[in-house]
């Protein structure tokens, strides 16, 4: 079964410092990783996807990430964090199972931004 | 366009009664899931409907149900309800199941069960 491990559980950056959130997947096929954000009391906004095309993927807001297979990793990186990033961020493996998909969320990772 | 919306925003009942939740959502998407999300447990699938069919399935009881209207809206019922299912209830849209095309979530109900 395709599973997600998100190492930190909180990041502390100051602003204008880089940022980066790692995300560990475990996947029998290959697989489509998504990075979502979610405000306080907000639901969740997509910020990039891999759907087996370019390995690194361009999202909103300046962020990145890198499929790499041989690591089973997919890094969600900015390169100079805003005080507005702060929120909670979440690694997705769509599962596939029987023919069939659903979403596996990471335990989120909880942004601070520092001025 | 408008987005995936949910109603009600907040809700409080009583352990032992049933609740219905909405989801609208983005027009022309066909796919509409529902999670729950709680800090112990994190974000937790419910179910997924596409085309008013029940797609697929997640860990929950039967007390748990959900249905698809043939305009795409979503209804999610919970029955006799518990302490533990306060929570946060995510809907969520796509063109297409499946989830290689990305969830659109709304910005959810929020449950209190006293």
């Known amino acids: 079964a395709q599973s997600v491990t998100q190492l930190d559980s909180h990041v502390s950056v100051s602003e204008g410092t880089p940022v980066l959130l790692r995300c560990n997947y475990s996947?029998?096929?290959?697989?489509?990783l998504f990075w979502y954000v979610q405000h306080p009391n907000k639901g969740l906004q997509l910020l990039l996807k891999y759907t087996s095309a370019a390995t690194l993927v361009k999202g909103i807001n300046g962020f990145e990430a890198e499929f790499k297979k041989s690591e089973t990793s997919f890094h969600l990186t900015k390169p100079s964090a805003h005080m507005s990033d702060a929120a909670e961020y979440f690694c997705v493996v769509s599962d596939r199972n029987s023919g069939t998909y659903k979403y596996i969320f990471g335990t989120g990772t909880r942004l601070k931004v520092l001025a | 366009k408008a987005g995936v919306t949910q109603t009600p925003r907040y809700l409080i009942k009583t352990r032992g009664q049933q609740v219905t939740l909405s989801c609208s959502p983005i027009?022309?998407?066909?796919?509409v899931s529902w999670y729950q999300q709680t800090p112990g447990q994190g974000l937790q699938f419910l179910f997924e409907?596409?085309?008013?069919?029940?797609?697929n399935k997640g860990n929950f009881p039967g007390r748990f149900s959900g249905r698809q209207f043939s305009n795409s809206r979503s209804e999610m019922n919970v029955s006799t309800l518990e302490l533990g299912d306060s929570a946060l209830y995510l809907c969520?849209?796509?063109?297409?199941?499946?989830?290689?095309?990305?969830?659109?979530f709304g910005s959810g109900t929020r449950l209190t069960v006293v």
């Open positions: 996947s029998s096929y290959s697989p489509s």
């Open positions: 409907y596409f085309s008013e069919t029940q797609r």
């Open positions: 027009s022309g998407h066909r796919s």
């Open positions: 969520a849209s796509s063109l297409q199941t499946g989830g290689n095309y990305g969830y659109t």
